[in-house]
């Protein structure tokens, strides 16, 4: 629990951050956004799309999405989840027919993207975050890396570029991006790899929650890093809600949950199908924001 000195330090070290930090037009950014004008939270439930796209420079607002997630917080019982949505999911996407999901973010930028699942959920998202290849380094590189355990060895020499053993250690900026773009090294492939996103932002929480549990003032210190390459269009007490929810919730009680999908084709494309149960999924996520 953040005490309330820590809150008063947080707080000022927000709002000089947010009113100091002027984007630099053209430059790459961690953009986060709302999806809806006004923030309005449902019992306590917060929903939050988050979207790594394609871009290896910058982080232009139409690119394509390689990373889909909806991460939800029940800020009363302190659980959350992370649902994840293949790239190359068939889906609705409004005003331009059935795509692959990954089209909607092209197309439409975050809005549609956020749009597009709200639709397919029944999911009211509240804010969307967007990071391109670059400033993740950037950030991972600041933070230290990230923990994680590998339960076999990844390797990708011919596509991401990955070669980790198995087991326990820290990936830097370069072994962390890799692993997330690696799709070759799993029977699943881009499935698995959905997988693997979500249980990454897991490890990434792990270490936030840790280093704030023993410095609740370490909170400063990773905003003060993503703010060197970020963009934040909402208000300075919305991040602070963000940073201070987030430093609450115990990796052990978020889920991780790939939607259901068969592999097929839509002519000469190869997409994936979300199953029909992935509605009962929905569901138990709107009502609770848990998984």
Do not use: C
């Not at 630099?24 to 939050?48: C, T």
């Not at 909607?104 to 956020?114: H, K, T």
């Not at 809600?241 to 990796?251: Q, Y």
Request: net charge positive; hydrophobic share 40%.
């Amino acid at each position: 629990m953040i005490k309330r000195a820590g809150i008063l330090v947080l707080v000022i070290g927000l709002i000089s951050t947010a009113t100091s930090f002027v984007a630099v037009p053209g430059a790459s950014e961690l953009v986060v956004g709302r999806v809806h004008r006004s923030y309005q939270p449902s019992d306590g439930k917060m929903f939050i799309l988050v979207i790594g796209n394609d871009a290896r420079s910058g982080n232009p607002l139409n690119s394509r999405s390689d990373a889909i997630h909806i991460v939800g917080i029940n800020s009363e019982t302190m659980r959350g989840g992370i649902l994840n949505f293949p790239r190359d999911s068939w889906v609705p996407i409004p005003g331009y027919g059935t795509s692959k999901i990954n089209e909607a973010l092209y197309r439409g930028g975050p809005d549609l993207l956020a749009r597009t699942l709200e639709n397919l959920t029944g999911i009211r998202l509240d804010y969307w975050v967007m990071v391109g290849f670059e400033d993740f380094r950037r950030i991972i590189r600041g933070i230290g890396g990230v923990k994680m355990n590998l339960p076999t060895a990844v390797h990708d020499p011919t596509g991401s570029g990955a070669r980790l053993q198995a087991g326990t250690q820290v990936l830097g900026e370069h072994q962390a991006l890799a692993y997330l773009r690696t799709r070759h090294s799993f029977g699943g492939g881009d499935v698995t790899r959905t997988t693997n996103h979500g249980t990454f932002l897991k490890a990434l929480l792990k270490k936030l929650r840790t280093q704030t549990d023993r410095n609740p003032a370490t909170l400063l210190r990773w905003l003060s890093i993503t703010q060197r390459y970020a963009r934040y269009d909402i208000s300075a007490e919305e991040m602070l809600r963000l940073g201070v929810t987030a430093t609450k919730l115990k990796p052990k009680d978020v889920g991780n949950v790939t939607v259901p999908v068969s592999v097929g084709s839509v002519g000469a494309a190869s997409v994936v199908f979300i199953s029909p149960s992935a509605q009962s999924i929905y569901s138990r996520f709107r009502q609770s924001a848990e998984l």
